[in-house]
Structures are given as C-alpha cells and as structure tokens.
C-alpha cells in the first residue's frame, strides 16, 4: 500500500486569467484537503526561490550567534505577542528559538541588525506571504461556498499578521523529540521548511509526513476557518519531530485577524441551512493570550491546555 501524502496544488492559474480549467482542479483538491484534515501544498505561489533560500541561509547564520548577541533583537513589554528574538522557557515541552515580526511598518518589530540583509529579507518574505495569504483566503472562501471577496471583506486588517523564523534544537537520547501536537488559533498558516523535514499532520488518527520538496509552501487552516465554516473546514492538528544530531529551521507565516475581531460561526454554515452553532463566540486576542499562556506558563496537565475544544457547545 503507498504510503499517503499530502495533496500539492499547483496555484498558476490563480495569477493570470484564462485558466478556468485549472482553477478547479486546483479548488477541488484544496476543498477535499480543507473538510478532510486542513493540510495542502503549493507550487508556483508567487514567493521567489532566490528570496526563500537566502531567507533559510541567513536565518541559519544568526541562529548560530550567541545567546547574548541574539537578545539584542528582543522585544519590549508592550507588542501583542513577543516579537523579535525569543526562546522557549527551559520547562517548556517545546524546544527551539524564533524571530517574531510583524508587517514591516509595525512600531513593535524589533528586527536583527545582522547577518546583512536579514532583517530586509524577512520583510520582503513577509510581503510575499502576504500576496499568498491573500489569493488563499480567496480560493478557501470560493471553496466554503462563499463569494471569493467574503473573507477578504471579513478580515480586511493585515497589522495582526506576523512572520516566525524557527529553530529547533536537536534531540536529545533522553527527552521527547517533538514539539506537541496542536492547531493553529488563525485563519491560515504558510510554513516553509529545509530539507530535513520533520513536520508532520495527523489524519483519521495517523500522524503523515510532510516531505519538503524545494520551492513547495505548506499550508494549513486555524482554528478561525473551522470556527467560521462550522467544523465544515478543519483547523489542522500537526507537530514537528526534531531530528538528533542536527537543528531544524523553518519559516511560519501566520494570517491572521485583528486581535478586537469577534469570531463565530458564519451564519451561511447555521441558521441559514437550520444547522445548530457548534462553538461560542470569543474575542481572537482573548483566545490567542490563553494560547500563548499555554507555551509561557505550560499546565502539568495536558487536558488543562486550551484549544479550541473548549469553545465547542
């Protein structure tokens, strides 16, 4: 029996006009990928290789720096979440250290000043991803049966958005060696990896391998598409294996709303088609600093950590 991979669409036709043909296929498979397990790859996004292999490259190189040289690019107390360099507290299940940044005019990014080049790469990676993010959100309202500017007109505000570029430390032969399986608390999220691979997705209980392959973006839905779409649309559960004997990195771009913005199921997926609301409504920045006190002050018990199951009716 093959083993099962994860769906990659092709999104060309979603840049010029014409391809009609194409624009299906490529909606088909990304609406079966969304309802089943809230997983897809992409080709031909949009976002240059060159751009996304010095962004790798240069991410590696500070990542090699000092601990001391590294928190010079922390933020201060008053950023919605802890932009700039940060590392997973020592009793954090998770282990590894990440640049935060939000859209490049933020007040609150405080970006490395070295390796050259870095921190202009990293806004020119988050412009990208935007233009992605944003033909996504169209094609995923498109799938939902929506109109394709619904979710656009939905989520307009881009200043919540925010970049991470990632390391992992490697594992060790006496501790657990992965990051703990979760879902994402926003609407969608984009992920670059290197080649050695690590992130993983479950479906239908079964824990499958995202293999890189050069050039391809991840993506994956948040809990937001599935709190809006009723549960028609899954919010991915994933996890990253660390490998031993060598760091991971990788690149996560997270799409997001406005922290003030209220979220609940769209009435199209309830009252409209005499479906009963399957979550209560929440306040995302609410929701996303319960999630963050989850990684900050992690509970000894894991039925105590919050997800969005805790929102279900």
Request: charged share 25%; aromatic share 10%.
């Amino acid at each position: 029996m093959p083993e099962p991979t994860i769906p990659t669409v092709d999104l060309s036709p979603f840049f010029t006009d014409g391809d009609e043909a194409g624009r299906r296929k490529a909606k088909e498979t990304i609406s079966e990928a969304c309802a089943n397990y809230g997983f897809f790859q992409v080709v031909n996004h949009g976002v240059p290789l060159d751009l996304m292999n010095q962004s790798m490259e240069l991410s590696r190189t500070f990542f090699k720096y000092s601990d001391e040289v590294k928190r010079e690019s922390s933020s201060g107390p008053d950023a919605p979440l802890p932009a700039g360099y940060n590392k997973q507290p020592k009793h954090s299940p998770d282990k590894n250290e990440y640049v935060l940044m939000f859209p490049p005019e933020s007040p609150y990014n405080v970006l490395p000043a070295n390796p050259p080049h870095f921190r202009t790469t990293l806004e020119e990676m988050f412009k990208y991803f935007v233009k992605t993010g944003q033909i996504l959100e169209g094609i995923i309202s498109e799938c939902l049966g929506l109109p394709p500017n619904f979710l656009q007109e939905y989520n307009g505000d881009r200043s919540w958005d925010f970049l991470v570029a990632l390391r992992y430390f490697p594992a060790s032969e006496t501790e657990n060696n992965g990051i703990t399986e979760h879902e994402d608390g926003n609407l969608i999220t984009i992920v670059l990896q290197e080649d050695i691979g690590g992130l993983e997705v479950c479906k239908n209980g079964e824990w499958i391998p995202v293999i890189p392959s050069e050039g391809t973006l991840v993506v994956n839905l948040g809990d937001v598409i599935q709190v809006l779409s009723n549960k028609k649309f899954k919010s991915a559960t994933h996890k990253v294996v660390r490998p031993k004997g060598r760091s991971r990195h990788s690149h996560a771009f997270f799409y997001n709303l406005h922290g003030d913005k209220w979220v609940e199921p769209l009435p199209q997926f309830t009252q409209e088609i005499g479906m009963k609301p399957r979550y209560k409504g929440f306040y995302l920045k609410e929701y996303q600093a319960l999630r963050l006190r989850n990684k900050t002050h992690p509970p000894s018990n894991p039925e105590d950590v919050i997800r969005i199951t805790n929102y279900e009716i």
